[in-house]
């Protein structure tokens, strides 16, 4: 199974703020990688697709980069609603994995 | 705009099956457009993908559960299930079911990805 490793595993940061959450894959995955938000209580929502790929109707503040092993989500300018926590996800090869999490919170 | 919306019960005892569907609105199961699959989120934990059935009934499993798992799709009341047998406590999470979608990547293939979400449905494996 292709491992994926997030982090930081917790981030506080401020309404406003520049985040970066990196994801890192145990072998090459191409720019087979998803990007997923969770909030309790809620549907998750697909965020950034194919590394890179902006999901219709996400907010363009975020965006997604990288390829082979390394990659990151860049939330610029934080809003009240984007504090929750995200998750990577190798769709390279099955079984699918995930990483495990990075929960973003209010500083 | 598709929706899903998982239901079964919340409570299973251990060593039965675990049973739970997913019920499609505003889409087909039958349509050739998605996959149509399950995750699950132990308490505390990460997410973990269950597997797939795909519109022309082919299924792809987690091979941790594969001798476990069963998912189908029942076209006629727009419904995709899942059913994991011998469950213990373990398998107590939150269950999300999801659709699958691809787009064409740079060179050949598909990037897949989970377009679609429901709400999640808390299962407890207990006595």
């Known amino acids: 199974d292709i491992q994926m490793t997030q982090s930081p595993s917790s981030l506080s940061a401020s309404v406003g703020d520049r985040v970066t959450i990196t994801c890192r894959a145990s072998q090459s995955i191409g720019s087979h990688l998803n990007w997923y938000q969770l909030k309790p209580g809620k549907a998750p929502n697909l965020l950034i697709y194919g590394a890179s790929s902006l999901q219709s109707g996400v907010p363009s503040r975020c965006s997604g980069s990288g390829s082979g092993t390394d990659f990151t989500l860049t939330i610029s300018s934080l809003q009240p609603e984007d504090f929750a926590t995200y998750f990577c996800q190798q769709s390279y090869s099955t079984p699918w994995t995930f990483g495990q999490g990075t929960k973003l919170e209010i500083k | 705009q598709v929706q899903l919306q998982e239901s079964g019960p919340g409570l299973v005892k251990p060593s039965e099956t675990l049973s739970l569907t997913c019920t499609v609105s505003?889409?087909?199961?039958?349509?050739?457009?998605?996959?149509w699959n399950w995750i699950r989120q132990p308490p505390e934990k990460g997410l973990e993908w269950i597997g797939y059935?795909?519109?022309?009934?082919?299924?792809n499993y987690n091979p941790s559960l594969k001798s476990r798992v069963t998912i189908s799709v029942d076209t006629s009341k727009n419904q995709f299930s899942l059913k994991l047998s011998s469950a213990t406590a373990a398998d107590t999470a939150v269950y999300y079911c999801a659709t699958v979608a691809w787009a064409a990547a740079a060179g050949t293939g598909y990037y897949y990805y989970m377009d679609v979400w429901g709400k999640g449905i808390t299962v407890t494996v207990s006595s």
């Open positions: 505003g889409g087909s199961v039958s349509s050739g457009s998605h996959y």
């Open positions: 059935i795909s519109y022309s009934g082919s299924t």
